[in-house]
């Protein structure tokens, strides 16, 4: 079972925090204190998802960008959208 969900990351931030879900966007809005450079943005990112889903979360797309893709392994599309919307 994968969930694609969408996620609009701020690097190098005061803080890390999932700040909430952006209906208008359809979006997950994320910040990560690691700066945007040797992928350490992306893998913050990707240890931050994983915790908060407890499950596998890997960028499928946008690697180099803040709007990004991401894969949730092991939780249904209504409890990722459900989490999401909670955060």
């Known amino acids: 079972m994968e969930t694609r ?5 701020s690097p190098g931030s005061k803080k890390s925090e999932i700040e909430g879900f952006d209906p ?12 945007p ?4 943005a992306n893998r913050e ?4 998802l994983s ?3 407890s499950a596998e ?3 499928v797309s946008g690697l180099k960008s803040r709007k990004k893709t991401v894969v949730v392994r092991g939780l249904s ?7 999401a919307k909670k955060a």
């Open 5 to 9: 969900l969408k996620v609009q990351v």
């Open 24 to 35: 208008w966007k359809n979006a997950l809005i994320v910040k990560v204190r690691s700066p």
């Open 37 to 40: 450079e040797g992928g350490k």
């Open 45 to 48: 990112l990707i240890e931050l």
């Open 51 to 53: 915790e908060f889903f």
């Open 57 to 59: 979360v890997e960028i």
């Open 77 to 83: 599309k209504e409890d990722v959208y459900d989490r």
